[in-house]
């Protein structure tokens, strides 16, 4: 580094870069600036290009300087900055900002300039403890009760709705018309209702119906009175007495399909037997759980990486992460930006506000990246020529520009090098049964531990 350059730490992974800038270079471009603005000026008197310097410098010198220097400062910032070593270099968000600007000024003639910079940096850290950790994730396995449960899920999904003979009972599908009759034993055309639908005992009706239409057979007519406690759900309805009469449309039923061999060749043509969509089940579900345990026992190992490393964010790392986040947002709300802050405001809410929220897990996801970063670099992982062609080759196969197949090589190589991490810390760390929970519970994170283990088998 030369005489001319200095870098000192500040806090949050932030530098301070001063540059002294030569007079000859300053003065270079001053003349190269003049020379420009003389071809260019048109002051009253003189003719345009033929404005002497003179005068030029007497009307517009201090502009006219501030001007040249300021473009020669930044140049040489750009210059020197391409020197630096990479960990000096400024985050590609974070833009240099210019130091007590104010004090710089006016520019003298003949005069170095000394001027300071101020822009974040990669944080520099130490690696926690990685190796040889031990991490508690839940015991959970599937049960034959949780592959009988997917089956008759699955038989569910291809059931068919057919007509019934007989009664509706509890679980039946109906189909009604119903109307409101008024105090005069008129009908009440606001409130009728043609052809509604539900499922009897599921109580998904506005009258709540379902035990006094039980019984009823397709075609049947019936006026039910109905009597609502003063505290019941619907305002309307509470405390009133109501007349109703309903006609029974139809009565239909779930035929679900018996677990046969038949069956079982329906949902796909490779399996020949119960026996053989059994075992396909219950892969399907204990490979649901591995994949979940998986994520586990990486998320909990980061996160203790991530409590065990001092990390000094910088600032403009975190405001770029906090806007990747709004974004998503956004996007996922289906509005637009500005709809979005409108509905916001509503709530008296703004983005910040938002974003306050985010933050602390935006700053832990900020952490663990670079923690897995100078793992992946530290263990120098290496992928193989034919692995690297094989993920190319799949990931590239419509990608015609030779010179952008370079680029994403070198970021399809390193992102293979980053999931290595993940394999890395399972082999290298010990990972241990805590409390059982069932399979359900695990995976839809519901309900506690499991108390008694055998009442899950």
Known sequence: MSDEMNIKQLENSSVQLTLTLASSRIEKDYKESLDKYVKDAQIKGFRKGHVPVSILESKYGPSLRAESTFNTMEAYLKEQIDTLD??????????????????????KANSDVTFSVV??????????????????????????????KELDKLREQNAMVIDKKGPAEDGNIVNIDYVEIGADGNEVASTARKDFTFTLGSGYNYYELDKEIEGMNAGDEKTIEKSYPS???????????????????????????ALDDEFAQDVKEEYKTVADLTKATREKLEGQLKSKLD????????????KSATIALPASMVDFELDRYWKNYVRQTGLSEEQLEKYLAFQKKGREDVMKDWRPEAEKTLKIQLIMDKIKETENFTVSKEDLDKECETQLKDVTDESQKEYYRSAIEDDMKFHMVSEFLEKNNTFTEGDEKSFDAYMNDTAEPVENAEETK
């Open 86 to 107: 990479a960990k000096d270099k400024p985050l590609p968000y974070s833009t240099p900002v210019l130091q007590d600007e104010e004090k710089l000024m006016p520019f």
């Open 119 to 148: 822009y974040d940096v990669m944080p520099v850290f130490d690696l926690p403890t990685y190796k040889g950790l031990t991490v508690t994730v839940p015991k959970v396995t599937v049960s034959d009760a949780d592959v009988t």
């Open 231 to 257: 505290e019941f759900k619907t305002s309307d309805l509470a405390g009133k007495i109501i007349k109703l009469k309903v006609t029974m449309k139809s009565v239909k039923v779930k035929d679900v399909p």
């Open 295 to 306: 994520n586990e026992k990486f998320d909990k190992l980061a996160d203790d990486l991530a």
